[in-house]
């Protein structure tokens, strides 16, 4: 068969390929992305599904709006009020299959083959597939603790005058930076000054372990004149309520919401109003913040439990910061006393040892950092981290 051009651009995802390694019996795996089922509220979804069964039964089973279903467009643009971005409307959002259908979207609306995009370094790997797929020539920003370095964005802005600027601003995957306040604040002025979109991707942002993260770029962009015309801010249940309701939201203006939802028209009609009229009866429940008290608990448990597990049993073959949110820890292997330095080596030895994680090279868009790997803690409770940490000090050893 003669596949489209557009397929030459991409390939198989890294993270998947890895996963196909992952029947071994008894492997730990610090590799996936996803969050812990365990913590799913179950029985807040099933009476949310029954009550939407029970008070619109036609509604919830039947086809409808491709902006989404009023009910959750109405509870979303509350939950997000919540979060201090006072502004929103419900008509100012439109309801997504996932985050990941917004990314989509604004590939298909924004995208022609050429133009330039500014991602991260290192950032979502979906994000790099999905904006190649539409012929994107992406370009890296360099990151640090505190996110994205906002200087050399604006050398990056000025050189390549690029069609948008793609963010994961808090907790980022794979970095877990958290862009500062200051540095949140620049990258809205940088929007206006060059008139150049920024798309914010926030799923991460209510998994935070003590004290919140700044606001998001959405609820600081009325303290920046113009930068809300220039602003896209996509959002999602699944890191904190379940993935498998397919539950997504794109915040943006007019113009461009309009135009992503002919896109979406043509791809999925609409997200399922079963799902939809679900999560609208549990936001409208209020059962969301006894949900998101718990998994943060939960979550930075095993986030300390991890960082003190790779401190005592790598050493210092292995540097990182500490994750204040999310659900990874990005670390670099630093050869110390002739130790590996090579991140897919390390995968494949700590395969060996019967552990998983993700190399880090695949999240860069240019210029791989070779040394880096992505660890996940949300999934393994207590006892397989330690275990799993063990198993990555042997593999260490193993060279």
């Known amino acids: 068969m003669q596949f489209a051009d557009r397929l030459n651009n991409v390939e198989t995802s890294a993270i998947r390929e890895l996963f196909k390694l992952l029947g071994k019996p008894g492997i730990i795996s610090f590799a996936g992305g996803f969050p812990d089922s365990a913590l799913f509220d179950v029985e807040g979804i099933r009476e949310a599904s029954n009550q939407a069964l029970t008070d619109e039964p036609g509604a919830a089973l039947q086809y409808g709006a491709t902006e989404g279903y009023q009910p959750l467009r109405e509870q979303l643009a509350a939950f997000m009020q919540a979060k201090g971005a ?9 309801v997504t299959t996932g985050s990941q259908q917004a990314l989509d979207l604004l590939g298909k609306t924004m995208i022609s083959p ?6 991260e370094g290192p950032t979502f790997l979906a ?19 505190d996110g994205v370095q906002t200087d050399a964005l604006e050398q990056l802005i000025v ?3 690029p069609k948008m600027v793609y ?11 958290t862009l500062s306040l200051e540095r949140r604040k620049r990258v809205l002025e940088l929007a206006v000054k060059y008139q150049v979109l920024v798309v914010e991707d926030d799923p991460y942002g209510d998994l935070y372990f003590g004290v919140a993260p700044p606001p998001s770029l959405l609820a600081l962009s009325g303290e920046v004149p113009g930068s809300r015309d220039l602003l896209a801010h996509c959002g999602s249940l699944s890191k904190v309520l379940s993935p498998g309701l397919r539950v997504g939201w794109m915040i943006a203006p007019p113009e461009l919401l309009a135009k992503a939802t002919m896109c979406k028209q043509f791809s999925d009609a609409h997200t399922s109003t079963f799902a939809q009229a679900t999560a609208a009866q549990y936001l409208k429940a209020a059962r969301m913040p006894a949900t998101l008290a718990k998994v943060r608990q939960v979550y930075a448990e ?10 005592r049993q790598l050493g210092d073959a292995i540097k990182f910061t500490a994750p204040q949110g999310g659900l990874f820890i990005w670390a670099r292997l630093t050869g110390a006393n002739g ?3 090579d991140g897919a080596a390390f995968a494949k030895r ?10 880090g090279a695949p999240f860069f868009a240019n210029a791989p950092d070779l040394s880096t790997l992505r660890l996940s803690f949300a999934t393994a409770d207590l006892g397989k981290i330690e275990q799993g940490v063990k198993r990555l000090g042997a593999a260490l050893a193993a060279g």
């Open 114 to 119: 050429g133009d330039k995009v500014i991602v």
């Open 167 to 177: 963010l994961i601003p808090t907790f980022g995957n794979p970095s877990g930076a």
């Open 86 to 94: 006072k502004e929103v409307a419900p008509e100012q959002l439109i």
């Open 302 to 311: 095993r986030a300390t439990a991890m960082a003190a597990a790779l401190h």
């Open 127 to 145: 994000t790099i597939q999905c904006f190649r797929l539409y012929g994107a020539q992406l370009i890296s920003a360099p990151i640090d603790a």
């Open 339 to 341: 130790q590996i330095s």
């Open 159 to 161: 050189e390549h005058q």
């Open 350 to 359: 700590a395969i060996d040892q019967g552990v998983a994680f993700v190399p």
